[in-house]
């Protein structure tokens, strides 16, 4: 059902002199000449200390774009859940959640559903929740034993052949297991296990992914090696290789993936290049055409405070969609970690940083996007 890639893992460069902290801002740079943007927006800090803030996915508010909120891994304590001003608006303390994902409007048993998942590895679970709009909090649903000893990299796939949401997950020795979500009443939900391969070689760590729900396609990072596309709807056939360490875009480790849709079939799939802190562009469409690189660096918020570039990144997510007068355009979010506050550049705990769509785009000098169509609906 795939082939494996043989990786060639770049040794790391170590300046003398520098703690570990300080050499995620010294990394080698970006393969390819790389564009540069700002972050207008940033979270606030995580409260524990150390590599804490991971992996962030954006619910969006229909009926009041400018309400839309991200919610954010805190892989020592919890899920936070943050408003586009940057602020936090509720916490909870469920465990180690390492990585997250979302999806909105999902018929499960008769009833519609926010759904959001977590890998815990703290309960070593796979923690189902559904988003409350109306006061932005999480609501826990259910938390599925899993066989997995590190429940690591997680994301959803709602098929539109089928309606069927599933999940994703990775464990941190590189095994990739797939779970179906569903109910009967609309009340217990339930995640029932289906299947599990190894992305790589044992123990080659693949943490980063994220489903094209209309496409039906499964995109997995491999961190030391690349980044693969399969077919969602289809597991045994084999899958495409879209870019790769050795010889590739990528310097290790390949790590966030994020897929973003404009129009019927435009729109991008990202990936976060952590060994270079930088972040990929790609075709989200055969045959997948690497479109260039980006990185964050130092910036300003509309009130005029500094905000510090991006390094280390593990978790993105992406939208093109208008989120109120903030982000009109839409917003690309990124976990930071080697972050900084003030003009003096003191170290502070882990966030997440906000920047435009549009200001990738232009960046990127990416075509102008078609008119977005609506998605279409989820049989039922």
């Known amino acids: 059902m795939r082939f494996v890639l043989m990786s060639s893992v770049a040794a790391s460069v170590l300046l003398a002199g520098c703690n570990a902290e300080e050499d995620k801002t010294n990394r080698p740079p970006p393969k390819d000449p ?45 899920l936070g859940v943050y408003g586009l001003d940057g602020a936090e608006l509720s916490f909870r303390a469920d ?70 949401l599933y999940a994703f997950m990775n464990d941190s020795n590189g095994t990739l297991g797939q779970w179906m979500i569903s109910s009967t009443d609309g009340v217990k939900v339930k995640a029932d296990f289906l299947r599990s391969f190894m992305v790589g070689e044992k123990d080659s760590q693949a943490e980063g992914c994220a489903a094209d729900d209309r496409q039906g396609l499964l995109f997995v990072a491999e961190e030391d090696v690349g980044l693969y596309a399969y077919d969602a709807e289809d597991l045994s056939k084999a899958r495409v290789v879209i870019d790769t360490v050795a010889g590739g875009h990528f310097t290790a480790d390949a790590e ?13 799939i990202m990936a976060s290049s952590q060994g270079s802190n930088s972040y990929n562009v790609y075709d989200r469409t055969a045959p997948f055409a690497f479109r260039g ?41 990124a976990q930071d970690g080697a972050n900084f506050e003030g003009p003096e550049k003191k170290r502070a705990l882990q966030n997440f940083k906000l920047v435009p769509w549009p200001v990738i785009r232009e960046a990127l000098k990416l075509p102008a996007p078609m008119a977005e169509a609506a998605p279409p609906a989820a049989p039922q």
């Open 34 to 78: 790389a564009a540069v943007v700002a972050a207008t927006v940033e979270t606030v800090a995580m409260k524990n200390a150390g590599d804490a803030a991971d992996d962030p996915a954006i619910w969006i508010d229909a009926a009041d774009p400018s309400r839309s909120v991200i919610i954010g891994t805190n892989k020592k304590a919890g």
């Open 95 to 164: 465990g180690r959640m390492n990585n997250v994902d979302i999806r909105q409007n999902v018929v499960l048993g008769g009833r519609s559903f926010d759904v959001v998942v977590a890998s815990n590895r703290t309960a070593k679970t796979l923690d189902v929740y559904k988003f409350d709009g109306a006061t932005r909090t999480l609501a826990p649903l259910l938390q599925a034993a899993t066989a997995f000893p590190d429940p690591y990299g997680i994301c959803l796939y709602h098929s539109a052949k089928t309606g069927v």
């Open 256 to 268: 966030g993936v994020a897929v973003v849709y404009e129009g019927e079939a435009g729109g991008y």
């Open 293 to 333: 690189a980006f990185v964050i660096k130092d910036g300003t918020a509309s009130n005029g405070a500094p905000i510090d570039g991006v390094e280390d990144t593990d978790g993105i997510d992406v939208t093109s969609a208008p989120l109120g007068p903030a982000f009109p355009g839409g917003v690309f979010i």
